[in-house]
């Protein structure tokens, strides 16, 4: 098997995912494992090279993350980032400072000597944030560069093979950090850049026409990005064996079914099975207000309508899942080797229900490197390019009761504000816009009568991957435009407000 790759030890940083997005940037396949990993398995994976991920503990304290023994005598090339350097030193017989001054943000790299990691570079600006450094240096160890605050910043064994550094080269803020990595994954560990998007695709068809064989593949498609890649690719792979359904919830956005419908049998001449189930969802969450509440119907209502329309094809012994990288792990798996599978709400439990097994082709991916496969396999770039929807839909943007009249206004409220953030060439700066109806009225006056109707609140952030966000700063000629059109346009609504809540303390979705 392609060996060519790196293998990420997380330690519990909350950069690990940037080092592995860094490395395939760089266009070598990384993935990341906890810091626990066996040798055998470390072993079997084979990679060309380790890196060492930080991590906010001592390496010194009592629950302190440690690898197996005998990680630096495999003959692979390691790099550790601050713990991982620490680690280095720690489990080699250097010192580490506990009493060090503390030291984050922005310092200057001075390099003393020339040497494979940090070359090409001259002193540069780094990125630090750690408590401990290193006191003094393992046998066969060199320093190669230092800061004012860190006379042992980067050090190396270059016989072995073995680098550490006190700084973060993954974070922007290190300029050419990228370099730096760069010259380790493919100047010490010799990895050629075989990682990209079509080279991706090739491997994946390879490993989803031996594990499916003759079955067939069920999937769900719910017009996100992910499921919608996800279906393009197996369809490519297996071709008729592959059977889509598309659950109508009656809480999509306006004409959503419509144009995924349009856009499969248009792009990719494939069909999918449209089931209409806004009844049965409707029914079931007249009169429902808590959130947890409408969350659950909704994700029972999709297993009973997914189960029933999955029957029909009983020759299907696999459900196809557009599951995510950050879904898979967690940057905390140094808490313990198991992983987090965020429950997909739309088929959880099906596959135990059905004997179904699961393939999940993009396990490895983060959310834009699916959009670059995406695009790689022919999927617009304005389908590729759209934010993110929530499987319950606008059951969780309509606060309290959901009617059909209730989602005729939000459908239409959120549709003109969409429009305005794409006329204004906003649409791509933002990871999410919606807009929410609450169940609040309040006093107007239109013409020359007085209103008494709903609150609409427009919500925009910026986000990496939605476990974080920023409210989006837009501009106010562009609100004023929105709120224009919506009091103007959409019967229901009396007054428009701007939601400026970040993520944490706010939830991107308002339920
Ligand atoms: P919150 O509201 O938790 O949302 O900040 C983070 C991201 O997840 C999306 N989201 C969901 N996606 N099923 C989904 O497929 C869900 O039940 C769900 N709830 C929230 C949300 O839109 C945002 O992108």
Same mark, same amino acid.
Not at 219 to 238: E, Y
């Given at each position: 098997?392609?060996?060519?790759?790196?293998?990420?030890?997380?330690?519990?940083?909350?950069?690990?995912?940037?080092?592995?997005?860094?490395?395939?940037?760089?266009?070598?396949?990384?993935?990341?494992?906890?810091?626990?990993?066996?040798?055998?398995?470390?072993?079997?994976?084979?990679?060309?090279?380790?890196?060492?991920?930080?991590?906010?503990?001592?390496?010194?304290?009592?629950?302190?993350?440690?690898?197996?023994?005998?990680?630096?005598?495999?003959?692979?090339?390691?790099?550790?980032?601050?713990?991982?350097?620490?680690?280095?030193?720690?489990?080699?017989?250097?010192?580490?400072?506990?009493?060090?001054?503390?030291?984050?943000?922005?310092?200057? =790299?001075?390099?003393?000597? %020339?040497? $494979?990691? @940090?070359?090409? &570079?001259?002193?540069?600006?780094?990125? /630090? #944030?750690?408590?401990?450094?290193?006191?003094?240096?393992?046998?066969?160890?060199?320093?190669?560069?230092?800061?004012?605050?860190?006379?042992?910043?980067?050090?190396?064994?270059?016989?072995?093979?073995?680098?550490?550094?006190?700084?973060?080269?993954?974070?922007?803020?290190?300029?050419?950090?990228?370099?730096?990595?760069?010259?380790?994954?493919?100047?010490?560990?010799?990895?050629?850049?075989?990682?990209?998007?079509?080279?991706?695709?090739?491997?994946?068809?390879?490993?989803?026409?031996?594990?499916?064989?003759?079955?067939?593949?069920?999937?769900?498609?719910?017009?996100?990005?992910?499921?919608?890649?996800?279906?393009?690719?197996?369809?490519?792979?297996?071709?008729?064996?592959?059977?889509?359904?598309?659950?109508?919830?009656? =809480?999509?956005?306006?004409? %959503?079914? $419509?144009? @995924?419908?349009? &856009?499969?049998?248009?792009?990719?001449? /494939? #069909?999918?099975?449209?089931?209409?189930?806004?009844?049965?969802?409707?029914?079931?969450?007249?009169?429902?207000?808590?959130?947890?509440?409408?969350?659950?119907?909704?994700?029972?209502?999709?297993?009973?309508?997914?189960?029933?329309?999955?029957?029909?094809?009983?020759?299907?012994?696999?459900?196809?899942?557009?599951?995510?990288?950050?879904?898979?792990?967690?940057?905390?798996?140094?808490?313990?080797?198991?992983?987090?599978?965020?429950?997909?709400?739309?088929?959880?439990?099906?596959?135990?229900?059905?004997?179904?097994?699961?393939?999940?082709?993009?396990?490895?991916?983060?959310?834009?490197?699916?959009?670059?496969?995406?695009?790689?396999?022919?999927?617009?770039?304005?389908?590729?390019?759209?934010?993110?929807?929530?499987?319950?839909?606008?059951?969780?943007?309509?606060?309290?009761?959901?009617?059909?009249?209730?989602?005729?206004?939000?459908?239409?409220?959120?549709?003109?504000?969409?429009?305005?953030?794409?006329?204004?060439?906003?649409?791509?700066?933002?990871?999410?816009?919606?807009?929410?109806?609450?169940?609040?009225?309040?006093?107007?006056?239109?013409?020359?009568?007085?209103?008494?109707?709903?609150?609409?609140?427009?919500?925009?952030?910026?986000?990496?991957?939605?476990?974080?966000?920023?409210?989006?700063?837009?501009?106010?000629?562009?609100?004023?435009?929105?709120?224009?059109?919506?009091?103007?346009?959409?019967?229901?609504?009396?007054?428009?407000?701007?939601?400026?809540?970040?993520?944490?303390?706010?939830?991107?979705?308002?339920?």
């Amino acid at each position: 098997m392609n060996n060519e790759k790196i293998l990420i030890l997380d330690f519990g940083s909350q950069y690990t995912q940037i080092i592995a997005r860094k490395v395939r940037e760089i266009g070598v396949y990384a993935e990341i494992h906890p810091f626990s990993i066996k040798k055998e398995k470390l072993l079997e994976i084979n990679p060309k090279g380790i890196i060492l991920s930080g991590g906010p503990n001592s390496v010194y304290g009592e629950q302190a993350p440690h690898p197996f023994d005998d990680i630096f005598n495999l003959g692979i090339p390691v790099l550790g980032i601050c713990y991982g350097l620490q680690l280095i030193a720690y489990l080699q017989n250097g010192i580490v400072d506990k009493s060090a001054h503390r030291e984050y943000g922005r310092a200057d =790299l001075i390099i003393d000597k %020339e040497n $494979e990691l @940090l070359s090409g &570079l001259n002193s540069m600006q780094v990125w /630090m #944030s750690h408590g401990d450094s290193l006191k003094s240096l393992p046998a066969g160890f060199e320093v190669i560069a230092h800061t004012n605050n860190s006379p042992i910043c980067a050090i190396q064994n270059s016989l072995k093979k073995i680098y550490g550094v006190q700084f973060h080269p993954e974070v922007h803020h290190s300029i050419d950090g990228k370099t730096i990595l760069s010259n380790f994954v493919r100047n010490i560990c010799g990895c050629t850049e075989t990682w990209s998007a079509s080279s991706f695709i090739d491997e994946s068809i390879r490993k989803i026409r031996e594990q499916v064989g003759d079955g067939e593949v069920i999937c769900a498609l719910s017009g996100g990005v992910d499921s919608t890649v996800l279906a393009v690719l197996l369809h490519k792979a297996i071709g008729d064996k592959l059977h889509c359904m598309h659950i109508d919830t009656g =809480l999509m956005r306006m004409n %959503e079914s $419509e144009k @995924l419908m349009d &856009l499969f049998k248009q792009n990719f001449n /494939m #069909s999918i099975e449209l089931i209409n189930g806004s009844d049965k969802f409707l029914g079931r969450l007249s009169g429902v207000t808590d959130p947890e509440q409408k969350r659950k119907i909704i994700g029972k209502s999709f297993i009973d309508l997914f189960d029933v329309g999955a029957k029909r094809f009983n020759n299907a012994k696999w459900l196809a899942q557009g599951t995510l990288y950050p879904d898979v792990i967690e940057s905390v798996s140094v808490k313990g080797p198991s992983v987090v599978i965020k429950s997909h709400h739309n088929v959880g439990g099906l596959p135990e229900k059905m004997g179904l097994k699961l393939i999940e082709p993009f396990r490895e991916l983060f959310k834009d490197e699916v959009r670059a496969v995406g695009r790689e396999l022919g999927v617009p770039d304005w389908f590729v390019k759209r934010h993110p929807f929530p499987g319950p839909g606008l059951a969780i943007r309509i606060l309290g009761e959901i009617t059909p009249e209730r989602i005729d206004v939000v459908q239409k409220a959120d549709a003109i504000y969409i429009e305005e953030i794409r006329n204004a060439g906003l649409y791509d700066d933002i990871w999410q816009a919606f807009a929410v109806l609450l169940p609040i009225q309040s006093v107007g006056v239109m013409g020359d009568e007085r209103t008494y109707e709903n609150t609409c609140v427009l919500r925009a952030v910026t986000s990496v991957d939605g476990m974080t966000a920023d409210w989006f700063p837009m501009p106010y000629d562009v609100l004023s435009r929105m709120s224009n059109r919506i009091i103007n346009e959409v019967r229901g609504i009396n007054r428009v407000v701007y939601d400026i809540t970040s993520k944490p303390p706010g939830t991107i979705e308002w339920e």
